[in-house]
């Protein structure tokens, strides 16, 4: 039998025919909705009189539009508000499960999947949201897509898409003492570019992946996107079902020696062929900071702001305009560059390891004066395992706000935004222009180790000279 | 209701200068506190178009000359981020029906061909000849021919690429693929029966 990739296997076994256009009508395992891209799909539906073919594959949190200070409705922005109504009466009419706020189990949809166990390996996944690609670091092939896609999926569980190829990105060798999951993706994008992995599915693979955890596979997989790949995943493995195992969807008693059987058999066979592989040396990743306007504009901590001389004929007009959004000065050094905001959460780094690992450093330390530092646990599930283990406590003590689960001050379609040119040492996943809420604000991603250092020193720093342990 | 065939697209066009335009830069996120996608239109490139007083800024969508544009050239990695059909949304609402880059991002291509709005890439060189006739014959019509995979405006025939899939797609009118995933229901049935999850 011919050597086949996890992609293929996981795409073959869900195709339902090609469509007239040469495409695939993919069927799709697991539908997971949230607010802001689900409301004019079901809109769509009842425009065309279509029922949710399959209630029972889609689920729906809130997450984009969730204030993280204030808990009670109706939310203060009657915007907001009217967003979570319309999802509760959509997931009540079309018998959709929502894990709402007062389930205890809300949180960011690509927090959600995985804790709940929905996420599995060998499944298609598909979410209104392009960091669905998280889920793939179970061994899932997972979509974002656009509400018409949504709207595809809840009328028919499937939809049209072309075959991906598939590039394997080895990553070999030892990470460097202070360089996470978060530092290996900006690492991935610096090096192939944010539109390096369009038309790709990344699988990523070798010694670090083999060692991560599950919840550091996902930190990469999530910032596939910002590569340009729509789909990212890692193989499945003895940590993946580990994991899973427990979780309230996960397969129980007789069915789970089946299942792990089954997903073994998803992983890429070896031998089978890609249509790219790239190997990275783990030794070469430095703690890597953005700093300019997209996530491929990024440099290891100690080196410097790219000057226009520095870099090729074609990013000189990109170079130019990050260098003016960002107020940088080209040639100068990255580390020591004031912040005014210091922010960790969102779907790429606020899980509960992503707390522990800033804990753990952060303890006896303080926030500097005048930098605003929040803390935004990814689900409601994560806070309070954190607050279980105190991590709540020594946040506060250090001098950062604990707030409620959501996406936060990542995209900001909440309470919490930037103000004017601010600079933010984010732990999220997109520095855009304007992308935390103020026009003109500005954002550095880093791991959340970074953030924490950013936030003590109040300028962007190598955290390993600051966490001295 | 059968779909209109898009062999063609003709109307004033519009240089929107850039690499890497975000749809966070497309339709800002804010924006996104909606229900509907009525009156996104007005929001489009908001933040580049005006500063936090709401004025004005120096902005070709802000270039009456080019008020009237229904055809946007923009630079590569078109769309890139954000998987919000809010912005192929935003455009079509404010009367773009064709789109002319460098290259697309993955979703905001599919999202846009689902609304019928062709996505043709260019190279660079025609591209910034393209730029140049725009600017000197602000208003004029331009067409974006995705039959013949041609971009014609004035004396310049400019030759462009697009995926044969979507393509297809949009020659046949069948750029909307859910009734065509509809008619596939008991095919459906079977796969969800094999699949060892529900």
Redesign the interface.
């Known amino acids: 039998m011919k050597a086949k990739s996890l992609f293929e296997k996981v795409w073959d076994a869900h195709t339902v025919k090609t469509l007239s256009n040469g495409q695939t009508q993919l069927f799709v395992g697991r539908h997971l909705i949230h607010e802001v891209t689900s409301p004019q799909a079901f809109g769509m539906l009842r425009e065309k009189g279509l029922a949710v073919r399959y209630p029972e594959r889609t689920f729906a949190t809130v997450d984009h539009i969730v204030p993280t200070n204030e808990s009670a409705e109706p939310y203060s922005d009657p915007l907001a508000d009217a967003m979570i109504k319309e999802l509760r009466k959509n997931c009540d009419e079309f018998d959709v499960t929502f894990f709402d706020v007062s389930t205890g189990k809300q949180g960011i949809v690509h927090v959600v999947g995985p804790e709940q166990g929905l996420t599995q390996p060998g499944m298609t996944i598909a979410c209104g949201d392009s960091h669905t690609s998280t889920h793939g670091a179970f061994g899932a092939i997972a979509f974002g897509i656009g509400t018409s896609q949504v709207r595809d999926l809840l009328a028919t569980q499937t939809m049209a898409l072309g075959k991906l190829k598939v590039r394997r990105i080895e990553v070999n060798g030892e990470l460097a003492p202070g360089v996470y999951a978060k530092d290996v993706i900006l690492h991935i994008i610096r090096k192939l570019g944010v539109n390096g992995g369009t038309g790709y599915a990344y699988e990523y693979a070798g010694d670090v992946f083999d060692c991560f955890s599950m919840e550091e596979r996902m930190t990469v997989c999530n910032m596939s996107i910002e590569g340009g790949a729509r789909v990212g995943y890692v193989n499945p493995d003895d940590t993946t079902f580990e994991y899973i195992k427990g979780r309230p969807y996960a397969p129980k008693d007789e069915d789970w020696d089946n299942a792990v059987e089954t997903w073994r058999s998803f992983a890429s066979d070896d031998g089978c062929e890609y249509d790219d592989v790239v190997r990275i040396d783990a030794a070469n990743i430095p703690p890597t900071v953005t700093w300019g306007i997209n996530p491929g504009q990024a440099i290891g901590v100690d080196e410097f702001i790219p000057s226009l001389d520095s870099v090729s004929n074609d990013d000189q007009a990109g170079t130019k305009e990050a260098l003016e959004y960002m107020k940088l000065e080209a040639g100068s050094p990255l580390e020591g560059t004031p912040i005014n905001v210091a922010f960790l959460g969102s779907c790429t780094n606020g899980r509960l390891s992503d707390l522990e690992e800033v804990a753990k450093h952060l303890n006896g330390h303080k926030v500097k004066d005048g930098i605003k530092a929040i803390v935004v646990p990814g689900s409601q599930i994560v806070s309070q395992m954190a607050v279980e283990k105190g991590l709540d406590k020594i946040f506060t003590e250090a001098g950062f706000e604990w707030r409620g689960a959501g996406c936060s001050m990542c995209l900001a379609m909440n309470p919490d935004k930037l103000i004017g040119d601010q600079l933010c040492a984010s732990s999220s996943n997109r520095n855009f222009k304007g992308r935390q809420g103020s026009p003109t604000g500005r954002t550095m991603l880093m791991s959340p180790v970074m953030v924490a250092a950013a936030a003590v020193t109040g300028t962007v720093t190598d955290a390993r000279n600051v966490f001295k342990n | 209701m059968a779909l209109a065939k898009i062999n063609q697209v003709t109307g004033p066009a519009i240089y929107v ?4 335009i ?1 749809t ?2 497309i339709i ?3 924006f ?6 009525d009156g996104l239109g007005e929001y489009l490139f908001h ?2 178009r005006f ?2 007083q709401g004025n004005k800024k120096a902005h070709s969508l802000n270039d009456e000359r080019f008020s009237e544009s229904s055809i946007m050239l923009s630079g ?2 078109f769309g ?7 912005a ?2 935003s455009l079509y609402r404010a009367g773009f029906r064709a789109i002319i880059a460098g ?5 905001f291509f ?2 846009s061909i ?2 019928g709005i062709p996505c043709v890439s260019m190279e660079a060189d025609n591209r910034a000849a393209l730029a140049q006739w725009i600017e000197s014959n602000a208003g004029t019509e331009v067409t974006v021919d995705v039959d013949q995979l041609q971009v014609r405006a004035g004396d310049l025939t400019l030759s462009c690429e697009m ?4 393509r ?2 949009l020659l ?1 009118g ?1 750029w ?3 009734d ?3 008619s ?2 008991q ?2 049935d079977q ?2 029966q ?5």
């Open positions: 200068p850039g690499d890497d975000d966070d830069r800002p996120a804010r996104m506190k909606c229900v509907t996608f933040d580049v500063d936090d590569k990695n890139c981020g954000s998987s919000r059909e809010h192929p949304q290259n697309f991002a993955e979703i599919g999202n689902n609304l995926r044969a899939g979507a297809d797609s046949n069948a909307d693929p859910l065509e995933l509809l596939a229901n095919e459906v796969i969800a094999e699949l060892a999850y529900v």
